[in-house]
């Protein structure tokens, strides 16, 4: 039997680098956290620093937890995270302060992906010999048991739970650490299978297919209206008492600009 190895990445590095980053500047907001909103976070930045002159530096491959931490040392303004806060987290004095929501898909390399039911999908997670309508093998990509995306696929498919503990004790499947690697991993696996969010896929111009699902496929116009309904949750949080540059991004968020620049990401703003 084949030991599983993990996809490698960037993240610890990263979380190493942080202790070495110089202090900030006023007119420079410092933000990192969960991976699919790398891209994302960096979309908002350029009409945010045009709007007011903040410039906005992304550290990527934190993690939502690595953001977290980092933003309740002070070393981030901002954390975007995949997950909500946890009681501990908040009893170490940080706030979420906006939430915003984009598609979760499944995502492939497949050249022309049928669209699936959310039984299909489930058996393409459980079964050990799933097969995409031209015969090749669907090849799974799973991610570490603490990354959120297991909840969401869990929250939104009946039955993904256990396919996904399944899925786990087959040791020939990889495990991509953070969600570039998850969408690396897809593209480089013919016939792959990943879950991950329409705003990662689009703004990082991922040579994937997006499956539709019910026979609803995944834009910002049929998610705005509800038709497709596959959801996942941003937390954007920061300290209870934020510096002006946190309150000002927020704030971009809720704006006109902000909501525009969203959409064009593939994003919608989300309830806190």
């Known amino acids: 039997m084949r030991n599983r190895l993990p996809i490698l990445s960037a993240g610890l590095a990263a979380l190493l680098a942080l202790s070495a980053l110089p202090a900030r500047a006023a007119d420079v907001l410092r933000v990192g956290g969960t991976g699919g909103a790398t891209a994302l976070l960096a979309h908002l930045g350029k009409p945010f620093t045009r709007q007011t002159g903040i410039v906005v530096e992304v550290i990527p491959s934190l993690g939502s937890g690595g953001g977290i931490a980092a933003t309740a040392d002070g070393v981030l303004d901002l954390a975007v995270s995949g997950r909500p806060l946890s009681a501990a987290e ?10 915003v929501r984009t598609p979760y898909v499944l995502a492939t390399s497949h050249r022309a992906p049928p669209a699936m039911t959310e039984s299909e999908v489930v058996g393409a997670y459980a079964s050990e010999t799933a097969s995409w309508p031209d015969g090749s093998p669907i090849k799974l990509v799973l991610r570490p048991r603490a990354e959120s995306d297991n909840q969401v696929l869990a929250a939104l498919f009946p039955g993904m739970g256990a396919a996904l503990d399944g899925a ?14 998850n ?31 019910g026979g609803v496929a995944p834009s910002i ?41 969203l959409r064009e990401a593939g994003c919608l703003p989300a309830a806190d």
């Open 221 to 261: 116009e049929s998610f705005e209206s509800g038709a497709y309904r596959h959801t996942k949750v941003f937390h954007v949080i920061h300290a209870q008492r934020p510096g002006g540059v946190a309150e000002r991004f927020v704030r971009f968020l809720r704006s006109e600009e902000g909501v525009r620049a």
């Open 183 to 213: 969408a690396d991993a897809a593209e480089g696996l013919r016939g792959s299978l990943i879950g991950t969010t329409y705003t990662q896929v689009v703004m990082e111009e991922r040579n994937l297919r997006m499956i539709a699902i």
């Open 168 to 181: 786990r004790r087959r040791p020939e499947l990889p495990v991509a650490a953070t969600d570039q690697d």
């Open 90 to 99: 908040k009893a170490r004095g940080l706030v979420q302060a906006a939430a």
